[in-house]
Structures are given as structure tokens and as C-alpha cells.
């Protein structure tokens, strides 16, 4: 069985059948660039909306399609129509493949590795949105959307993390840790220093100074427009406002 990318969109829905579903597992544990496939078109998918499509869109998409399946690029009708949420995953994809971002798939993690100058959005497989900073990157595990919410930061981030008391979000940088359960929160890691920032647009975050979260190391809430800063060659966590956070969208 041919694994296309139209069988995929109807994996992600839920709209496959029993025989399909043992396909496509197969294929996905051939190859972990598979996976990485997969876990894209489901982040895109997740994050976006329906609606109709334009010619040039079309193209787009069918342009994308080759490039995914090496084969040719297939004329199709002008009077084709695609909707929003297919569009925005053409879209997304495409960026990952020809521009800033770059999607690294090693050991059952994946990395998605901000190379331009500016800010790139996406999802994680649980719905939280992920705004990466330029020369920035983010690791995360395959097993994300089971629960296990563990991030590795490195550079800077904003994120939209959907809300879970049972399965707390962990951002891990080099020094720190941070924990939520569904907020709006930027992190941003020095590269030269390894101080590390957390300011709070909405909701609570714990702000620890170890990797382990134990209950030795300590740690700091933060709350709306409040930042902290942790120092590693001081050993110190301050606190202080951030009025600019509140007004990011």
C-alpha cells in the first residue's frame, strides 16, 4: 500500500481503516524521517483552520506534494478547490523544507532548529504553540502527545501551552527548569553567559534553578508580567517586572 499524504491527513483524522493503520505503522517504523513526516503534517494540521483555497494556492500544494513523493508535479484543473487547513500545512511544510527551519530527527527525539532572522511559529503534537526565536532551537520527545511534556530549549522561545494539570509542560535549558500546566510564557537563554529568563504573560510558573526539579533545588513562582532571572556563575534567581509581556499578542 502506497502511504500518500492524502492517507496520512485521514490517519491524523481518525478516518483510516484497520488495515491502513497497520500499513502506515509499518512504514513508520521503517524510517524515522517517517515520523518526523507525520508529527509535522499533525502539528499543522492541528493549528489551523478550514476554509476554500486559490489557484496559486493549488499549485502550491502540488509543488509541495512532489517534492515530498519525488514524482512530478501533477496539473490539476483550475477549478480545484483546497481548503484553509490543507493550505496551511503546504505552507508550513515548505518553509521546513526550503527556508529558516530545520527539523532534526535523532534517537525517538525531534528537533525543529530556527535558522533565519526571524521568528517561526508551529505546534507541538499536543497543541501548544511554540514561537522560536532566530538561531534558536527546540527538542522534543516523540512521546510528547502521551503526556511526557519535556522540552530542551536552546536560544529563546514563546509559548501557548495548552492546558493540563495531570501532565505538567516542562521547558529544560542548560542551568534551569520550568514548569506549567497551561500558560503563556517566553524563555530566553543566553548563549554567552547561560543566564536564563522567564517572563509570564498569563497563568503561574515555577522557575527552578537545577535540570532535576528536586525538592532541594530552589525554586521560584512567577505570576502576569513578572520575570525571573537566574544567574548560574552567581547561583542566584531574581524577580522583576515585565510590563512588555503583557502586551505580547
Not at 505552507?91 to 530545520?102: D, K, N, V
Not at 532534526?104 to 525543529?112: D, E, K, M, V
Not at 553567559?193 to 512567577?222: C, I, P, Q, W
Request: a positive charge; aromatic letters at 8%.
Amino acid at each position: 500500500m502506497m502511504i500518500t499524504d492524502e492517507l496520512l491527513f485521514r490517519f491524523i483524522e481518525g478516518n483510516t481503516s484497520a488495515q491502513e493503520n497497520r500499513a502506515i505503522n509499518q512504514w513508520l517504523s521503517k524510517n524515522p524521517d517517517h515520523s518526523a513526516r507525520l508529527e509535522i503534517l499533525r502539528s499543522c494540521w492541528n493549528g489551523s483552520e478550514t476554509g476554500s483555497g486559490s489557484d496559486e494556492n493549488a499549485k502550491a500544494w502540488e509543488t509541495l506534494e512532489s517534492r515530498m513523493n519525488n514524482s512530478p508535479v501533477r496539473k490539476q484543473p483550475r477549478s480545484i478547490s483546497l481548503n484553509l487547513k490543507r493550505l496551511s500545512i503546504a505552507a508550513t511544510l515548505l518553509i521546513l523544507l526550503a527556508s529558516g527551519a530545520l527539523l532534526l530527527s535523532q534517537a525517538g527525539n525531534r528537533t525543529i532548529r530556527n535558522r533565519d532572522n526571524t521568528t517561526y511559529s508551529f505546534f507541538l503534537p499536543d497543541g501548544t504553540q511554540v514561537f522560536l526565536g532566530p538561531d534558536s532551537r527546540l527538542t522534543y520527545s516523540r512521546k510528547l502527545a502521551e503526556g511526557e511534556r519535556i522540552v530542551t530549549l536552546r536560544g529563546e522561545a514563546y509559548f501557548d501551552v495548552v492546558a493540563s494539570t495531570a501532565h505538567p509542560f516542562i521547558v529544560q535549558t542548560g542551568k534551569a527548569s520550568v514548569e506549567v500546566t497551561g500558560t503563556k510564557f517566553a524563555v530566553n537563554v543566553s548563549r554567552k553567559s547561560d543566564e536564563v529568563e522567564v517572563s509570564v504573560k498569563s497563568g503561574k510558573v515555577l522557575f527552578y534553578n537545577s535540570l532535576t526539579m528536586s525538592k532541594h533545588a530552589f525554586r521560584m513562582g512567577l505570576g502576569p508580567g513578572e520575570k525571573g532571572i537566574y544567574s548560574p556563575a552567581r547561583n542566584r534567581m531574581d524577580k522583576t517586572r515585565d510590563p512588555h509581556i503583557l502586551t505580547t499578542p
